[in-house]
């Protein structure tokens, strides 16, 4: 069955500090993959997707991240973070023989002012 | 104002009792899902239907029910036979395979 690892549960940062959150999953053949944000009392939202093409991909609030498929993997990145960063992030999978999408089990991103 | 809404916000049921959330969308997507969400869990498919009058099973469909009578509504079911209901609801809806687009939730609480 399919999955997807996020291997941060809990990561608290510094203004300013550089940001890097890991993603794996378990697929080998085409994906469709997606970053998730649900900031507090907030709905949840989309950061950035890939589905083809460059595999580095810039989304919203500063975010990118990069679909490595040597290693299955999909990394979110932000180089300096703000306060306002504090939420949860999801990574996602949709493999596209499938009409589901496999959600990881999110990170807590708490920022210092 | 395209969206999803998910009512109501909070619930409270005695156990035993059956209990229905209500999703409604009007972004004229194909495809609805309803999801579970607990701490440290991230999000769990209960069912999700690509297709009025259809819908499948999810990784976590015991002891709920859906229906899909009209493209815009997918109403989730939480029956007695759901073993720990307590949980925040997620209903989501998107195109095939795209993105998914979130409610705001229901807390339901069993007292």
């Known amino acids: 069955a399919q999955s997807v690892s996020q291997h941060n549960h809990h990561v608290i940062l510094s203004e300013a500090a550089s940001l890097e959150l890991g993603c794996n999953y378990s697929?080998?053949?085409?994906?469709?993959l997606f970053w998730y944000v649900q900031y507090p009392g907030q709905h949840l939202q989309l950061l950035l997707k890939y589905f083809s093409g460059d595999p580095l991909v810039k989304g919203i609030k500063g975010f990118e991240a990069e679909f490595i498929k040597s290693k299955f993997s999909f990394n979110l990145r932000k180089p300096s973070v703000q306060w306002s960063d504090t939420a949860e992030y999801f990574c996602?999978?949709?493999?596209?023989?499938?009409?589901?999408?496999?959600f990881g089990k999110g990170t807590r991103l708490h920022i210092l002012p | 104002d395209g969206g999803i809404t998910q009512s109501p916000k909070y619930l409270f049921r005695k156990e035993g009792q059956n209990v229905t959330l209500s999703c409604e969308q009007n972004?004229?997507?194909?495809?609805m899902y309803w999801y579970r969400q607990d701490p440290g869990q991230g999000l769990r498919l209960i069912y999700y239907?690509?297709?009025?009058?259809?819908?499948q099973k999810g990784d976590i469909a015991e002891g709920y029910s859906v229906s899909r009578e009209k493209k815009e509504s997918f109403p989730l079911t939480v029956t007695s036979a759901q073993k720990n209901p307590t949980a925040f609801y997620l209903c989501?809806?998107?195109?095939?395979?795209?993105?998914?687009?979130f409610g705001p939730g229901t807390r339901l609480t069993v007292l």
């Open positions: 972004l004229n997507h194909d495809a």
């Open positions: 239907s690509q297709i009025v009058n259809d819908f």
């Open positions: 697929y080998g053949g085409t994906v469709n």
């Open positions: 989501a809806s998107s195109n095939i395979r795209d993105e998914q687009f």
């Open positions: 996602a999978v949709n493999v596209n023989r499938d009409d589901k999408i496999i």
